[in-house]
């Protein structure tokens, strides 16, 4: 995919990524057999849409986004900013100030592709940019998890049947300016 261009968001871009998140979420939770959870699934749309309206009331230092996009079409997308409620909780605040790694979606028709992983690049490009060595990330879905165990190894914290009976929650910290090589990340699912 050599025509893939990965920029910033811009206000043009906003209905768009919306129709990105609704795409990608709803055929998540439908890979996961969860896609009955409607009101879960409507939840995890708004969640990333406040991420998207941080990004843009803070220019970028709240959240950052980055896109990709085909001939004009946005394909992916990747954000990273401050770890969520839900890993502080989880974790009892011990990573509560380490920046989060999340977001990472691609249109399902363009998986499997090296889409993630050329987002994976260009946004860790960033964090060494801004000096961000550590990252924390979390999944609820077991296709996800599979792939960021197979990645980084057995995550830190695994709460058992945390959304339903056996949908664990993972959450792994990631210290990437060590041996992690996040480009070479083989990613099919969206985290």
Known sequence: MDNVIVRRPNIEDIDRLIKLFEIVIQDTFRKNNLGYLVEMIEEEIESKIKYLEQDFESDGKE???????????IIGTIEYGASSELIEMCTDGEIKDMIELGT?????????????????????????????????????????????TKKFGKAQ???KDYWLKDNDHMIWKVNISEEVDL?????EENT
């Open 63 to 73: 959240r950052y986004f980055l896109i990709a996009e085909i001939d004009s079409k």
């Open 104 to 148: 990472i979606f691609v249109l399902p028709e363009y998986q499997g592709n090296g889409i993630g992983n050329l987002l994976i690049n260009k946004i860790e490009n960033e964090l060494n940019k801004n000096g961000i060595d550590e990252i924390c990330l979390d999944s609820g879905y077991k296709t996800a998890q599979k792939t960021w």
């Open 157 to 159: 914290y695994q709460l």
């Open 183 to 187: 480009v070479n990340l083989d990613l």
